[in-house]
């Protein structure tokens, strides 16, 4: 099974964590339905940990917690899917999820048969508790195996943050997301930590297996789960613009059911979503990170080797011929990034030029000397979507 972009809807664990159950999660698939978020691309309402109960039956099956589920899970499959959404759930390739709940390994073959049963059409895949004994893409291909023979098309999302060089050996397992990034928390600090961690891992992204930046904080506001200071509204734009040119997959944390009106704006921002969605999925790549000129790269060195950029300018070439350009600001004062668009970053040739579409404010501006020059408030950013036009 492929899938054709990364996977976009919520997740439960940034602001319920344990205090998961069947409310939560149909009262937020209604309003997934309701608010025009599934017509945006949302579609994947996922629970992740505490959803069982600490010991598997008589069966060897896990078992969801009546307390939390009274109706089991097949009830809220189906409530989620009559909602025209598809459903999600979580477990662990370890012996304990890391929240200490019942893990697949060993078990890979009866979870999967039950997450069939269940109507289940995404798997988030964790990677605590995992037997020293055994390598970690072993525990990635045991329950791919399991997923593809379990008579269900499962999405299946690699959550291994990256240990034991993820990036090198996940697409053989089949997965079609990997956790590229450690946890997320709700700080402007987490955000920028996990921004910058991805210029090294830019040229892993794609082809059916996505580069995954964690489940979005925007609209937290410091509440919940992995809450800790909340950020600011610029600093959520700045968070979900980023996730969205590096072509992450947009998985919605916060309590839908309590999401203000800045919240829904920036989650909602269709051309942001257009660019992390588009079609082609090309790779991102880094346009202010070159190598010294003239220095021929090395075959093993990596793509970039600039490490903590605090001024990245992003760019994707997109399939109707555009190009997503990102110029962010991680500084903590205002910055004056210039980005030039010329031949060497973007393959511009004689005789024409770039018409720049802000995603924010729709405004068009045309770079000058083929130079962005922006102006950029602490933990700011501007995002444009450029055509290719004739230069005068
Ligand atoms: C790990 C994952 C998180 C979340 C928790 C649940 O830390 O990376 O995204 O799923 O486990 O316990």
């Known amino acids: 099974m492929i899938i054709n972009t990364p996977p976009m809807g919520w997740n439960s664990w940034n602001t319920f964590g344990e205090e998961i159950n069947e409310k939560v999660v149909m009262e937020t698939a209604d309003f997934i339905a309701s608010s025009g978020l599934k017509e945006c691309g949302y579609e994947y309402v996922i629970i992740d ?4 109960l600490r010991e598997r039956n008589e069966k060897g099956e896990m078992v969801p917690d009546p307390e939390k589920f009274p109706n089991g899970m097949r009830y809220v499959a189906d409530y989620v899917h009559s909602k025209g959404l598809k459903f999600g759930m979580y477990s662990c390739g370890g012996t304990m999820t890391c929240a200490g709940y019942p893990g697949s390994y060993d078990h890979e073959f009866v979870d999967a048969k039950c997450f069939a049963e269940w109507g289940v059409d995404y798997l988030k895949y964790d990677y605590c508790y995992h037997p020293e004994t055994t390598y970690g893409h072993i ?11 379990c008579g269900r098309d499962i999405v299946f999302a690699a959550c291994s943050w990256g240990a034991e060089n993820t990036k090198a050996w996940i697409k053989e397992t089949g997965a079609h997301t990997w956790r590229s990034t450690g946890d997320i928390n709700d700080s402007w600090a987490s955000i920028k930590d996990l921004a910058q961690s991805q210029i090294q891992k830019v040229e892993y992204n794609g082809n059916g297996c996505y580069n995954d930046m964690d489940m979005l904080i925007v609209g937290m506001n410091g509440k919940g789960n992995v809450a800790l200071t909340g950020c600011t509204e610029e600093e959520y734009k700045t968070h979900f613009a980023f996730w969205a040119l590096m072509g992450s997959p947009l998985i919605i944390g916060c309590d839908l059911r309590k999401a203000d009106e800045s919240a829904m704006k920036i989650l909602m921002n269709k051309e942001l979503i257009a660019i992390d969605q588009d079609k082609a999925y090309r790779q991102p790549w880094v346009l202010n990170c070159r190598r010294e000129e003239n220095k021929v790269r090395e075959q093993e060195t990596p793509l970039y080797d600039c490490y903590q950029l605090d001024q990245p300018a992003i760019a994707r070439f997109l399939d109707n011929g555009d190009i997503a350009v990102g110029i962010f600001n991680f500084l903590d004062r205002e910055a004056k990034p210039r980005v030039t668009l010329d031949a060497f970053g973007l393959g511009e040739c004689t005789g024409k030029t770039l018409e720049l579409t802000n995603v924010w404010t729709g405004e068009i501006e045309k770079p000058r000397n083929g130079t962005i020059e922006t102006k950029l408030a602490p933990h700011s950013c ?3 979507r450029a055509k290719v036009v004739d230069a005068k």
């Open 49 to 52: 940990d505490c959803w069982a």
């Open 139 to 149: 525990v990635y291909k045991r329950m791919a195996l399991a997923l593809a023979n």
């Open 382 to 384: 501007v995002v444009y």
